[in-house]
């Protein structure tokens, strides 16, 4: 494979990510959050029920940041907070799916249908590429986000 091929697929992935952020910024905006948030939220519902300290370790967010994460959800009664009976030092996110995806839902409702029907279009082998591709880039992402802690602990 060629050079150029490769910059040019680079390019392309991140122009993909920065249209997802503009998109996603878009969608969280108009839902009344910051795009991160946003974007956490979904993890909330995607997860469902976690504690604060798996959703720190699911986002990479410090416990300071959930801590905020959860009172803005909460005071939007999105998610409720439970106090586990032996530890209370332990906080149990319990989310509102229902009010999340009624909140959410709308603005998604069009994208997630054209995009279904986008994968539609290519073959079974093109899709598994497609697929191939995500999976790797994602271990990558992962490993490089290891990796940039590691190197980075003391500092």
């Known amino acids: 494979m060629s050079g150029d091929l490769i910059?040019?697929?680079?390019?392309?992935?991140?122009?993909?990510?920065?249209?997802?952020?503009k998109?996603?910024?878009?969608?969280?905006?108009?839902?009344?959050?910051?795009?991160?948030?946003?974007?956490?939220?979904?993890f909330i519902?995607?997860?469902?029920?976690?504690?604060?300290?798996?959703?720190?370790d699911l986002t990479g967010l410090?416990?300071?940041?959930?801590?905020g994460l959860i009172d803005r959800f909460e005071k939007k009664k999105l998610v409720k907070r439970h106090?586990?009976?032996?530890?209370?030092?332990?906080?149990v996110i319990i989310p509102d799916s229902e009010r999340i995806t009624a909140l959410i839902t709308p603005f998604y409702k069009d994208y997630q249908s054209c995009s279904e029907e986008l994968i539609r279009s290519f073959s079974t082998p093109e899709i598994k590429t497609i697929e191939t591709y995500f999976l790797k880039a994602i271990e990558l992402m992962e490993k490089t986000t290891e990796t940039i802690k590691e190197k980075t602990k003391d500092i």
Request: hydrophobic share 35%.
């Open 62 to 67: 410090t416990t300071g940041a959930v801590t």
């Open 45 to 56: 519902l995607q997860k469902g029920q976690m504690t604060a300290g798996e959703l720190a």
């Open 7 to 21: 910059v040019q697929v680079r390019k392309l992935s991140q122009l993909y990510a920065y249209t997802s952020i």
């Open 83 to 91: 106090f586990d009976e032996n530890d209370r030092r332990k906080v």
């Open 23 to 42: 998109m996603h910024e878009t969608v969280a905006r108009k839902a009344g959050f910051s795009g991160t948030d946003h974007k956490y939220l979904g």
